[in-house]
């Protein structure tokens, strides 16, 4: 497992779509879906057309976030690379790992994004400030590459 997380370790995980007369039904179940336990859920919703939410990262959460309604652009950025993410289906979640910068942005009228977490709500888990976000991140690889175990 790398020490130091990369935006290609995060990823989209295809959920399953029960379709049938009656409309539609996905389900996520423990670790079949989600590679964590989920210990807590929140949603975003009633963003104002041209907002930004997110701006910050994580020591060491790990989240799944779906677009259960509508769409936005999910931005991630390892200090390295960046990489845009947009979800518009609510059968589709996007893996984000720990010490990965994100922005969510455009999002549509009527938008709801899910988010499952790894970890209880800790104020003290966030990199809020992107310079402080960059210097955590040379901290754990001085040379600025990458360190697999
Ligand atoms: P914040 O993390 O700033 O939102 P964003 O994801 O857009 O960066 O959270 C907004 C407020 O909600 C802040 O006061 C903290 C609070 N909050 C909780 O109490 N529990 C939670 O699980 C989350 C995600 C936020």
Redesign the pocket.
Known sequence: MPLLYTINDCRLIQLDKNSDSRGNLTHIEGKEHVPFDIR?V?Y?YDVPAGSQ????GHKNLFQVLIALAGSFDVHLDDGKNKRTVLLNRPYEGLLITPQIWRV?DNFSSGAVCL?L?SDR?D?SS?YRDYDQFLEARKAIDPAGGILIK
């Open positions: 807590r929140y975003i939410r997110a701006g910050h969510i988010a977490a709500y104020e966030y």
